[in-house]
């Protein structure tokens, strides 16, 4: 079945220190969600990639989706304590019939 | 705000025993999931449902698992007979419609604790 890959499984930073997670999948996407869910929590929705190329950034979370459709990366610059958790993609296959997959997750800890 | 409601937060239970989970989803939500969420990993899809309608329930294990959503609204999943390996967050989201791709609302979840 559909699988979504994501990398790296853990990250350590330093507070001010960038951040990036990246997801990939072997087939094409109709569109992708990032979620994080904070310890302890669910997961609550950050944002949702549509187009080929598309980029799309809230304060200082930089979301891609790459041309080809098949994979993305969430970039989060100078991080803050605020900002621990697990960050999800979840994936929506070609087909389009609104089955959303998910990834393992990135679960980024920040060292103030 | 609306919410995706879930009951209980909490159970144990011993292996071979039956348990049932509940779900109620926001309200005017025609796409309800449930996923399966083992501590350090990513949420793993169950059953999708599509109103009252099963849109996809290849990963559910369906000899001790079933989901129903009889008119559409709330939901159930049981599992008959409990085993050590079921011991999981079970989560419950709802999304305006899924055939449409919009955000999913995740409950609470219930953590499930199988002896």
């Known amino acids: 079945g559909q699988q979504v890959m994501q990398i790296p499984q853990y990250q350590h930073v330093q507070e001010g220190e960038d951040f990036t997670t990246y997801c990939n999948s072997s087939?094409?996407?109709?569109?992708i969600q990032w979620y994080k869910q904070r310890p302890g929590g669910h997961p609550v929705f950050l944002i949702q990639?549509?187009?080929?190329?598309e980029v799309k950034k809230q304060k200082r979370l930089t979301f891609q989706f790459g041309e080809a459709k098949k994979n993305s990366s969430l970039h989060i610059t100078a991080t803050q304590t605020t900002d621990v958790g697990t960050y999800f993609c979840?994936?929506?296959?070609?087909?389009?019939?609104?089955?959303?997959?998910f990834g393992q997750g990135t679960t980024l800890q920040v060292k103030p | 705000e609306a919410e995706v409601a879930q009951s209980p937060r909490y159970k144990i239970t011993e292996k071979s025993q039956a348990v049932a989970f509940w779900c109620d989803p926001i309200?005017?939500?025609?796409?309800l999931y449930w996923y399966r969420q083992i501590l350090g990993q990513g949420p793993e899809l169950l059953v999708q449902?599509?109103?009252?309608?099963?849109?996809?329930d290849s990963q559910l294990p369906k000899d001790r698992f079933s989901a129903e959503r009889l008119k559409g609204v709330d939901s159930t999943l049981k599992i008959q007979p409990a085993e050590l390996g079921d011991s999981a967050m079970y989560l419950c989201?709802?999304?305006?419609?899924?055939?449409?791709?919009?955000?999913?609302?995740f409950g609470q979840g219930t953590r499930l604790t199988v002896v």
């Open positions: 989201a709802s999304s305006l419609s899924g055939l449409f791709n919009t955000e999913a609302f």
């Open positions: 990639l549509v187009k080929s190329g």
């Open positions: 087939t094409t996407l109709s569109n």
């Open positions: 449902f599509q109103d009252e309608s099963v849109v996809d």
């Open positions: 979840a994936a929506n296959g070609s087909s389009n019939t609104g089955k959303l997959i």
């Open positions: 309200s005017g939500h025609a796409t």
